[in-house]
């Protein structure tokens, strides 16, 4: 059966260090999502992603959050200059369509990140 | 901007009682979507209503969208231990973007 695939599962960085979380979504998917989880917390949308270009963000997503698509198969979340409130797992999921009446979103296993 | 509670937060039950989780959005949704993620997993879809007053059921699990399309409901008759996880309603408000509510934790003891 297809999944989503996050690379690393865990990632380790100093505040104030760039991370780049990878995200393989499956492969005849056209919407792509970034999400967040602090420990113990909600799922929390930051980014959808549609056709090389963002479609929706959230209030989270700031400057120095971006995302890119650079080939065909990766979908990768850029954290410019880390902050300590930036550790949480990020989820990648991806869909084959969008918008309601919607379809089921897929999520891949995680990134854990953690900022010392 | 858009909110979606739910309650409880936690519960804990005896194995083979019911559990029912509430999910209450600040805002009209246009469809509603439930997922459930084990302990140290990630969410896996379960299922999306559409209609108002809407109700499928899987086998055990009975969802429930309400009249308004503000609420929802998920309902677990006779639960096992393997139904042990949190349970996430997350609404469509408009746009591409999925809001999840608070979770509900189920822990099922023997």
């Known amino acids: 059966e297809p999944e989503v695939t996050q690379t690393p599962s865990h990632q380790v960085t100093q505040m104030g260090q760039e991370v780049i979380l990878r995200c393989v979504p499956i492969?005849?998917?056209?919407?792509f999502y970034w999400y967040r989880q602090i420990l113990g917390q909600k799922v929390e949308f930051l980014v959808s992603f549609y056709n090389n270009e963002i479609s929706e963000k959230s209030e989270i997503f700031d400057d120095q959050f971006s995302v890119e698509r650079p080939d065909g198969s990766n979908f990768t979340l850029k954290i410019r200059s880390t902050k300590l409130e930036d550790s949480a797992m990020y989820f990648c999921a991806s869909s084959e369509e969008g918008t309601s009446p919607g379809y089921e979103q897929f999520f891949g296993p995680g990134t854990r990140l953690t900022v010392l | 901007g858009q909110q979606v509670m739910q309650i409880p937060q936690y519960q804990h039950v005896q194995e083979g009682e019911d559990f029912t989780t509430y999910c209450n959005s600040s805002t009209t949704l246009s469809n509603i979507q439930w997922y459930k993620q084990r302990p140290g997993g990630h969410p896996v879809f379960l299922i999306q209503l559409v209609k108002s007053g809407e109700v499928k059921k899987q086998k055990r699990l009975t969802f429930q969208f309400g009249e308004a399309k503000k609420n929802s409901s998920l309902h677990i008759t006779a639960t096992q231990t393997t139904d042990v996880g949190t349970y996430f309603c997350?609404?469509?408000?408009?746009?591409?973007?999925?809001?999840f509510g608070t979770g509900t934790q189920l822990k099922v003891e023997l």
């Open positions: 492969s005849n998917h056209l919407y």
């Open positions: 997350a609404g469509w408000g408009g746009g591409n973007k999925l809001t």
